[in-house]
């Protein structure tokens, strides 16, 4: 047995603790939004906040998240975040934006973004650009994502 927090909630988890916190957060919790993309952390379809830090759910395995705080995209729009107004602020200039196209990679990039923010409250287009990296969109909405991250930094500020 694994014990984990996620979106605020304590639970005991009956899994491998080398198993990917992703397949405990998908398969095990049912919080589907999360997204599976590589399996190698290089995508970040997965990404997840460990202690408020954007991390890679399917490189990591649970033993790892144990005693830490996980929050998923559900998490987020439950306001279940380190700072939820950000969170907020974050959908709110995704869909001004209009970021999402088909939508597969956007709980990984507002993930990314929201930790960001919550660590940089004026990011530079070097700050954006470097905690972005690694969240891949093969629609090619970065110009949009960029925008959006913009706004959301000055809503918050």
């Known amino acids: 047995m694994v014990s984990i927090t996620i979106n605020g909630e304590t639970t005991e988890i009956n899994a491998d603790p080398v198993t990917p916190l992703l397949w405990v957060i998908r398969d095990e ?3 589907t939004g999360t997204k599976f993309g590589c399996g190698k ?3 970040g379809a997965c990404t997840v906040h460990l202690n408020g830090q954007a991390i890679r759910s399917c490189s990591v395995p649970v033993a790892a998240a144990t005693n830490q705080e996980i929050t998923t995209i559900e998490g987020l ?3 279940k975040s380190k700072n939820p107004y950000i969170g907020q602020a974050v959908r709110d200039a995704w869909a001004e934006f ?3 196209q088909c ?4 709980p990984g990039q507002i993930m990314s973004a929201t930790a960001l923010l919550t660590n940089n409250s004026t990011p530079s287009d070097a700050d954006i650009d470097n905690a972005m990296s690694g969240n891949i969109c093969r629609c090619g909405t970065y110009p949009r994502i960029r925008s959006a991250i913009k706004k959301a930094a000055e809503v918050q500020s």
């Open 77 to 79: 729009a439950a306001g």
């Open 98 to 100: 209009n970021v999402p």
């Open 103 to 106: 939508g597969y990679c956007q």
């Open 41 to 43: 952390g290089l995508c």
């Open 29 to 31: 919790l049912k919080f």
